[in-house]
Structures are given as C-alpha cells and as structure tokens.
C-alpha cells in the first residue's frame, strides 16, 4: 500500500514537472545521475576443487538505476528539490527486480533575500570536531584509475565531499555591520538523527549552530555548538543519550615575509556524553586543542597541524565512521569448506557501498588497525596528540607533481599500561605525464602512491606492540585517442606485526583486548578500458584480480576476479 | 604575528606539561604480564582456637590482580574451607577465617593442607596448619534444636513407614559423632517417615526474634542422589513444616494458626548444609487449614517437623540429617 502511495505521487511529481515545465519552462530543471553497472565475481585460487566444494564458482550482478533529480521553484524565493530512483535489477522478470524509490526530497529558499533555510534532505557540516564526514581507510592519494569505485560507493552512501547526509530543518544568514564587527554569519540547524523504534531506543535528535564574526579582513572568530540528545519520552525508557559539544575558533590571515599567504587557525572546545537516569553509565567530559598554519609557497599547498584530543572527548557528528566493519561483504561474504565469513578487505573498501555506513553513531565504532590506526576517527580521534605536515602540489618539473603527507601521533595515556602507542604515519603520491615529456598528444600518466604506518608501543613483552602496513598503490592512463584510454593499475598492501584489539562496552568503555597477530598480504590488480564522453559520463570496462593471503592461517586465502562494466552520466 | 605566536607555544607548554599518568581500559598487566610472588604464601596465626573466638589468615602479595583461591582441608574430618579472591595481594580483609567450612563436614581439632592456587596460572603453593579447637557453631546468635550427640531424643516423636529406616548412627556425621540416619523404599505411599522436632524438646529456648527476614533455619542434609526411574530426577524429596503457635496455648490449631512449609530435592551425595530465610518459608495450605494471621513470626514456633519423601513407583530414598539449628543474622555458614 505504501509502495503504491509511494509511486501515485512519483508521478504525480513527474507530471506536474512536465506540465509545469511546459507551462512555465524556467522554473523546472533536471539534473541526477545514470548508472549502469554489471560485474560478475569469480572464485579463483589454487586447489579450489579441495579447498572449497561448497561456493559458487562464479556470480553476476547488475542493475540500471537514474535516478531523476527534479527541482521547482513555484516562486522564485523557494526551490523544492527531490531525487527519484528507478532502479532495475538484472535477472529480474515481469517488473519483479524494478523499483521506484524517492532518494531525497527537500526544499530551500530564502526569506526576505535574507535569510536562507532547508528543509527535508540536508547535506551538513561543520567543524572537525562536531558534525565532519572523514574519508574511508586508505583512501588518500588513491589513483584515479579506482576513482570510479570511489565516486559509485559515496553516491550510494550519500557522501558528498565531507557532509554528513541528514533530515532537518536548517538556516542560514549573515549580517554586514561595518563597525567593530564587519560582518556576522549565523547557521543553525535542526535534525532527526533517529525516530522513535517501537519498544526500542527513543528519539534521537541533534541541533547545532555556528557563529562566524569577521572583525577585519585579517581576523575572524566564530564557534560552533552541537547537541546530540534522545527524547525520553518517545519510548518506555527512563534513560536518555546526550552529547553535546562546544568550540571556539580564532582564525587570522596575513602574508608571511610580505610574500605568502598565512592562515592560522585555533580551535579548541570541549564535549560531555552521558547517560540520563543511567546509574551504571559515565559521564564523561572531554576537550580537545587543534592548531593550523597554512601557507602557499611555490604554488605548494604547505600545512602544518598540531591536535590534541583527550581520551574522554566525543563527538557524534565527527567521530561516527563511513566503514562499518560488523557488515559483511557482498561478494562472497562466506567461502571455503568451512564456509568462513570473508573479512572486509581492500577490494571490498574500494568497491562495496554496501559496508558503509550512513547513520551517526552514538558510540565508537570498531576499526581495524591494519587499515586505520593512527587516526582512525579523523582529527576527533580520541586521546591524541601530535602534528602533521603536508605540501601538496610540489611541481618538480612540468610534468611531475609531489603530494607528501606525514603525521607522528601518541596516545595521551596508555591503553591497559602506562606505556603510549607511538604513531608514525606517512603517505607520498606523484604523478608523471610522460605525455608532456615526448610531447605526445594523447595523454599517458603514471598515477603512484605510497602509505606507510607504523603504531608502536614499548614496554615489557606483553606491552609491545609493533605493527607496520604498507600499501602501494599505482596506475597508468595510455589515451589511444583523445576520449579512450587503456587503463590498468594495482594496489599492494601488507600488514606485519601484533596488536591489542580493543572491546568496548555500550558506554565505550574499555573492557578488554584480544592479541592480535597479522601477517597479511592483499593484492589488487585491475586492467581495461575507458572512454569518456565529457566529464563524469563515461563507460569502462575492466577486470580486476583481488588476493588475501593471512599467512598465518594460509587455508583461508582468498583470490577472487572480477569483470566490472559501468556506464556513469551526470545529467 | 609576534603574540599570537608567543600565545601559541605558552599554551602548547602548558598543554605538554598537564600530563596524565592514569590509564585507560583494564591493566594489561592483569591480563596478559606474568605472575610474580612479591610476598611470599604465609599463614598467620597457626594453632588458632577457633572455638575461642580466634581467627587465622593469610598473606602474599603477587605482581598483578589475579583470580586466587585458597582451600583448606582437615586431614581427620575432611572438611573443606576455600576462600577466593581478586585482587594483587592476600591479606586481613580479604582471606580471614574463623573456622567455619564450605564443604561439610565441620572441621575438628586437625591438622590441615593449605593450598593457593589461581585461575589461569599453574603456579600451586602449599602449607600446613593446625587448628587446636574447632569452631563452636552453637552461641547467642543460635538456637540448636539437636545435634544428635546425646542421642535421639524420644519426645521428637514421628512415623517411618514399615521397612524403612530411622536410627542413630555414629562415625561419619556432618557435625560431631552422631547423626540421625534416615532411609527406605515405600511403594505405597510418598512419605518413607517425618519427625517432629517439638520446641519444648529443643537442646536451646526458643529465643529466636520475630523479624522472619533475619531468622535462618539450618541443617544437615547427607543425600545419595539416586536418581528416579520414572521422573529422571533425584529419588529423594525433602520437606520442611514449620508450626507456629500462635496464641501460646501449647499446641497447633491447623483451623487458627499458620503452618509454613518448604521443599527441595536432595539431589546431591554428601554433607550439605541448607540454610532457609524464615521470609521464603510458604503458606501452601490453603483455609480452612491454614488459617492463622498469615504473618511468619519464628518467635511462635512451636514445631519443625522434617519429611523424607519420595515417588513411590521409583524405589530406594535417603536423606540422613544431622545439627538442626537456627541461626539469627544470617546463615550458619556464611
């Protein structure tokens, strides 16, 4: 009944946006996405016919989806906006595998050419430390031969840069004053983080807001304030979640030797998260001090930041994480004789946007170390302190251009001992256009990255750790004309040494550690085509070869080749 | 420029400067170090006289907080005392005994094995000790109704069915020398014999107080387990009656006053003491039988008879019983 409701007023909308459209052709406009997508899965490795008579030896999947953006504007100071997904899976028969689903749906305008608002479907962020959307593991520096991977899972999941996708109402306007103050920005917003579950957890609702007060070109101050908070009454419970988090910024411009441009930037704040009517659960209070120079010497990006985040500090909005590592894997999540879950590996991180994660979480979520340790929540990752140092856009020649990214972490205070895990965290990326070296018309790049981490501790015997991961990752473009290309690229990671694996409880209380002890290696090769039409709409079609081997359980390897096809146009 | 940048490093000195030294999460050392005997096992106060009040403990102080468990065992009576704990040392508080034992028999005037051991290290340390009295169970916080050693009471009057069993028997009791042995197979009826343990006949008055929540009922129940053919479960059923007379005339009125009553299986071999609050005691009878004011008052009691039972279709019952006695405060053997 709801689906039918559902699709009356799918076309409903559709035709009063043509109606509308031939009537008023200004105030209707389209744009979305298509997607088409098809990739079949094969079991490879060696003495499969021993190893696993129980998997399938192959699986196919694939399925068209557009999905429809619609925008209005049935008076020039309002836009309604929603997304519409026709979905077609492959395989299906007489309409049983198509679906028609409404993927966003909001509305924008501004009141009195003053103040802005939205409603419904909002894309929100605001500090690194209240409401920030951090990247997946292992995704910087990646090269663009698995760019398209990358665009598929964080349209799906609703990524947007670093937004974090939320329902709501939210407002923003500024002020110029041209006193003391010279101009006051003010945001704020309202948002249902989760409804009410019958004979479950209550509400959850979050409100935030912002404050930026420029002063003078050179000096601006602002804050940003968010609560996180479970409405009691809308469950039979006597207990209520609530975190809210404060901060205050202090942001200063200028040029460095009369030459290059400087930006600093201090934020410091602090965070409180308990448990109302809880007797058992903590309150904990937390705070946390970021520092940041910027600066553009030589067209180089050169940034340099100093955090410190103290054990207790958390944060909703900014420590929730995009990959949900108690999902399984859709690719052959169970495989062998001893149908052993598949743990989620690099391949599935790249590719599977069904392991992400688009809810907040009211409570750490696990990662794991050989993927992220060193700041596995982003810069909110509880108890840290150290710096980093980047330079982005090293130009060596014409051709040749150098990002290098380097963070050295420790603990503020031990987990389980007195002695602190050492981070030390360093990534390069370059790519080359040979192209440009034999003046070569068609382009020819040479994409390649390297990650290295190392989290140490010292200590007695039990207390040691020392765990190291690499990954390499390159990619090479040849253009055989101007719009197709033959692509191939490979990623190497490895992951050697022990760990403490920690459990927490509901309360994110540590509670205890399993050892953990890796010797893993993954591979993933890919090799195929491309051809773009113009930017964001194209076709590729690649094969991709993905292995896991933990050479301390070397039944379990697991190999697997993939045949990809995708069409992707931004309309 | 210049302040901002003086401001900066004065507050990053500060920030390095308020260090933590707590940690977070359980020790590790705890779960994964080694154990290492700071202090070495030692017992404090051998020879005690329990039986005057005195108390024996043990000290030893290990490199981490550790599952411990100390077990004593009387070499004459083979009773068993085991005191564990968690903690990284051994001490007053946490190991003292007074003599009183956690697997029956009581102990005697004995020497003993000591032995601690943990839970997840193989590291076992051993001693001996002598206790030169034993504990004397029976003071002011008790009420012995009999322990059997000046022989079997014939007011107690009661009923065994024919070829079943009640006699005194001496060696191998839970307390003392003697104890009542009670036993046999009944293929007619549930009951194999009850006893009444009237209060007049009582080794002690009853002196108990009113307030059931701290009375306790305590007794030594010795099983065999036998198992039933027809049910599957433990052949034995004993049962507890407890009458109360409440107008103080010197006898139970079934139409006026209240009578309690509790059962359990006996389903285990040995020596057990069960202790029962006077709160969990139940009014099972319904009225007109039962009908006095519905308030447990231990004070009122008048007699405690004790039931041997058993399906009858189902064979060989036994529960032999030895030092019934209330306890005000708690357990006898808490």
């Given amino acids: ?571 | 420029m210049k302040k901002i940048t003086i401001l900066l490093f004065a507050f990053l000195a500060v920030l390095f400067s308020c260090e933590k030294n707590d940690i977070e999460g359980p020790n590790l050392n705890d779960l994964y170090g080694p154990l290492d005997i700071l202090e070495s096992f030692k017992i404090v106060g051998d020879s005690v006289d329990f039986e005057n009040d005195e108390i024996l403990y043990f000290t030893a102080s290990f490199s981490k907080i550790v599952d411990w468990k100390i077990k004593i065992r009387g070499l004459t009576s083979g009773s068993i005392k085991i005191i564990s704990g968690k903690s990284n040392y051994i001490n007053l508080n946490n190991s003292s005994w007074e003599g009183s034992s956690t697997e029956l028999p009581f102990f005697v005037s004995e020497n003993c094995d000591v032995e601690l051991s943990f839970e997840i290290h193989d590291d076992i340390f051993q001693d001996t000790l002598y206790i030169s009295s034993a504990k004397d169970y029976n003071n002011e916080s008790t009420v012995l109704i009999t322990d059997f050693e000046a022989g079997f009471n014939p007011n107690f009057t009661g009923f065994f069915q024919a070829g079943c069993t009640k006699s005194l028997t001496t060696g191998g009791s839970g307390e003392g020398a003697k104890h009542l042995q009670q036993f046999g197979t009944c293929d007619w009826d549930w009951l194999i014999g009850y006893i009444d343990y009237y209060s007049n006949f009582w080794l002690n008055p009853n002196t108990l107080v009113s307030d059931p929540s701290q009375v306790y009922f305590n007794i030594m129940i010795k099983g065999d387990s036998t198992i039933s053919i027809v049910d599957g479960v433990p052949n034995s059923l004993f049962k507890l009656e407890f009458y109360e007379d409440e107008n103080n005339d010197g006898y139970y009125d079934a139409s006026s006053e209240d009578r309690y009553d509790y059962e359990f299986d006996v389903n285990w071999n040995g020596w057990k003491m069960i202790s029962i609050n006077y709160n969990d005691v139940e009014n099972l009878i319904a009225p007109p039988n039962n009908s006095g004011d519905g308030i447990r008052n231990p004070s009122q009691i008048y007699n405690v008879r004790t039931l041997l039972l058993a399906n009858p279709n189902s064979g060989f019952a036994k529960a032999d019983v030895d030092f019934l006695i209330w306890s005000i405060g708690g357990p006898i053997l808490n």
């Fill in chain 1, 1 to 571: 009944m709801k689906n039918i409701l559902l699709n009356i007023l799918i076309i409903f909308l559709i035709s009063y946006a043509l109606s509308t459209q031939a009537q008023i052709k200004s105030k209707v406009w389209y744009d979305g996405n298509a997607r088409v997508m098809y990739d079949r899965d094969i079991l490879t490795g060696d003495n499969l016919d021993q190893k696993d008579t129980v998997s399938t030896r192959s699986n196919g999947t694939g399925f068209s989806k557009i999905d429809l953006g619609l925008h209005f504007t049935p008076i020039n100071e309002i836009e309604i906006s929603s997304s519409i997904r026709l979905q077609n899976d492959f395989g299906g028969m007489w309409g049983n595998r198509n679906s028609v689903t409404l993927r966003s749906l909001s509305a924008s305008g501004v009141i009195n050419n003053k103040i802005r608002f939205g409603i419904g479907d909002l894309f929100l962020k605001q500090s690194k430390y209240t409401l920030y959307n951090y990247s997946q593991d292992l995704s910087h520096f990646e090269p663009d031969v698995f760019s398209f991977y990358r665009e598929y899972v964080n349209y799906e999941n609703y990524y947007k840069e670093n937004y974090w996708r939320l329902q709501g109402i939210q407002t923003n306007f500024s002020y110029n004053m041209y006193n003391i103050i010279e101009q006051i920005d003010i945001d704020a917003f309202t948002s249902r983080i989760r409804g009410a579950q019958w004979l479950g957890d209550p509400e959850l609702l979050m409100f935030g807001g912002t404050l930026f007060i420029r002063l003078n070109e050179k000096i601006k101050i602002g804050s940003h304030y968010i609560n996180t908070f479970e409405i009691k009454s809308t469950s039979n419970t006597d207990i209520a979640y609530f975190n809210p988090v404060f901060t205050a910024k202090f942001m200063y411009s200028d040029k460095f030797l009369d030459m290059y441009p400087l930006d600093i930037l201090f934020e410091g704040g602090v965070s409180k998260r308990g448990w109302e009517g809880d007797g058992f659960a903590p309150e904990t209070q937390g705070m946390f001090f970021n520092s940041t120079f910027q600066s553009k010497i030589n067209n180089s990006n050169l940034r340099l930041n100093f955090k410190l985040v103290d054990t207790d500090f958390r944060s909703i909005g900014a420590q929730t994480r995009r990959l949900n590592y108690s999902l399984v894997p859709s690719s052959y999540a169970y495989y062998g004789n001893s149908y052993t879950q598949r743990k989620i590996g690099l391949l599935d991180i790249i590719s599977d946007p069904d392991i992400y994660n688009q809810r907040l979480s009211t409570s750490l979520m696990d990662y794991n170390p050989i993927y992220s340790a060193t700041l596995p929540y982003g810069d909110a990752t509880p108890n840290r302190i150290g710096t980093e140092v980047s330079i982005e856009e090293i130009k060596i020649t014409g051709f040749l251009k150098l990002n290098i990214d380097a963070k050295y972490f420790t603990e503020l205070i031990g987990q389980g001992t007195t002695q602190k895990r050492n981070f030390l965290n360093g990534a390069i990326s370059s790519k080359l256009h040979i192209n440009k070296i034999f003046d070569i018309s068609v382009p020819i790049i040479i994409d390649a990255s390297a990650f290295a981490e190392n989290i140490k501790r010292s200590g007695s015997e039990f207390e040691r750790i020392n765990l190291k991961t690499n990954l390499i990752s390159s990619g090479i473009l040849v253009g055989l004309t101007d719009n197709l290309s033959l692509v191939c690229g490979s990623k190497l990671f490895s992951a050697v040494g022990n760990e403490y694996l920690i459990e927490r409880n509901t309360y994110d209380q540590i509670i205890d550690y399993n050892t953990a002890n890796f010797d893993i290696s993954e591979m993933i090769l890919v090799g195929g085509i491309q051809y773009y039409f113009e930017k964001d709409t194209y076709i590729t079609m690649q094969y991709n070869h993905f292995n896991m081997l933990d050479n301390n359980i070397l039944e379990d390897e697991f190999s697997m080749g993939r045949l990809v096809f995708m069409f992707n146009m931004n309309l």
